[in-house]
């Protein structure tokens, strides 16, 4: 799994010319919401079955859940190794509706990896495996 998310990281960092599709698929979703308190807690798990497509070539992370999720890549941070020794790179995003998000990959120490889609005042997570 960590070598699937360094191949990730190096594809869309570098900006490779050739076309390349990295296909997953998101498997459990949790998200909050910020409220007039601040951020709710996380909710449960909800099992999914949902196709993420990364297209290098086209600087797009495309979401195939109940409404299809497309966001235009515009920036990409390096990747790093957070205080908890994940992996984590993140992209800043517009989604279809014009909306500036952040859209984060973070490879777990334990194998696992997750996406999480971060806007002002909802974030959501998925837990994800390659195809």
């Given at each position: 799994?960590?070598?699937?998310?360094?191949?990730?990281?190096?594809?869309?960092?570098?900006?490779?010319l050739n076309a390349e599709v990295i296909k997953m698929?998101?498997?459990?979703?949790?998200?909050?919401?910020?409220?007039?308190?601040?951020?709710?807690?996380?909710?449960?798990?909800?099992?999914?079955?949902?196709?993420?497509?990364?297209?290098?070539?086209?600087?797009?992370?495309?979401?195939?859940?109940?409404?299809?999720?497309?966001?235009?890549?515009?920036?990409?941070?390096?990747?790093?190794?957070?205080?908890?020794?994940?992996?984590?790179?993140?992209?800043?995003?517009?989604?279809?509706?014009?909306?500036?998000?952040?859209?984060?990959?973070?490879?777990?120490?334990?194998?696992?990896?997750?996406?999480?889609?971060?806007?002002?005042?909802?974030?959501?997570?998925?837990?994800?495996?390659?195809?």
């Amino acid at each position: 799994m960590k070598k699937i998310f360094f191949t990730i990281v190096m594809f869309l960092c570098a900006n490779i010319l050739n076309a390349e599709v990295i296909k997953m698929t998101a498997y459990e979703l949790s998200y909050k919401s910020y409220e007039s308190y601040g951020w709710s807690d996380w909710s449960n798990w909800e099992d999914c079955n949902i196709l993420v497509v990364i297209n290098v070539d086209m600087d797009r992370i495309t979401i195939y859940s109940n409404q299809t999720q497309e966001f235009d890549i515009i920036a990409a941070e390096d990747p790093y190794v957070d205080s908890d020794g994940d992996d984590v790179i993140k992209f800043t995003c517009v989604d279809a509706d014009g909306l500036k998000c952040g859209i984060r990959f973070i490879g777990r120490s334990n194998g696992s990896a997750q996406l999480y889609c971060d806007y002002n005042d909802f974030m959501y997570v998925y837990n994800v495996r390659t195809r």
